[in-house]
């Protein structure tokens, strides 16, 4: 399971030209998930997204995660994390787990996060239009596997 993460100062994410998802400081958390993923690997991600440390503290350092500064996550499904580019000029997704069995995860890494800090959705398999304002810029790829 991969998780983009993105530190914003603001994100939303718009479905056929409605809100259905926005934050203010936080992560965009744009999430891929593999076929062998399961709900360990889920509550692993959860953890280490919501306590990885990318915000600055009072001397200007990398030291506090979302949750120590009360920030909020946009979770976002993102198959193509999950694609191998290893090889020629076009992408597969022969890793990706397969949609019905990946939402039921992408639900749960949700509602994990959810316990933890504040969280707004994208939807699940729709076109999505994401805006943001990368704060730093400061992005860094997770990964967990089983």
Do not use: C, W
Not at 2 to 18: D, F, S, Y
Not at 48 to 65: C, E, I, L, P, W
Not at 91 to 111: I, T
């Amino acid at each position: 399971m991969k998780a983009l993460i993105q530190r914003v100062t603001r994100a939303k994410v718009t479905v056929e030209q409605q809100i259905v998802g926005e934050i203010d400081s936080g992560l965009l958390v744009l999430l891929g998930i593999d076929a062998g993923d399961t709900e360990s690997v889920a509550d692993r991600l959860a953890s280490k997204v919501t306590n990885y440390r990318v915000f600055a503290d009072d001397a200007g350092h990398m030291n506090q995660s979302v949750r120590d500064i009360r920030g909020e996550l946009l979770v976002v499904s993102q198959f193509t994390l999950s694609a191998s580019t290893k090889k020629g000029l076009r992408p597969s997704f022969s890793a990706a787990k397969s949609p019905d069995l990946a939402e039921p995860l992408y639900e749960y890494f949700v509602a994990r996060v959810g316990e933890l800090v504040g969280v707004q959705t994208g939807r699940f398999g729709a076109d999505m239009q994401i805006e943001l304002v990368n704060d730093g810029p400061v992005t860094f790829l997770l990964e967990v596997m089983e």
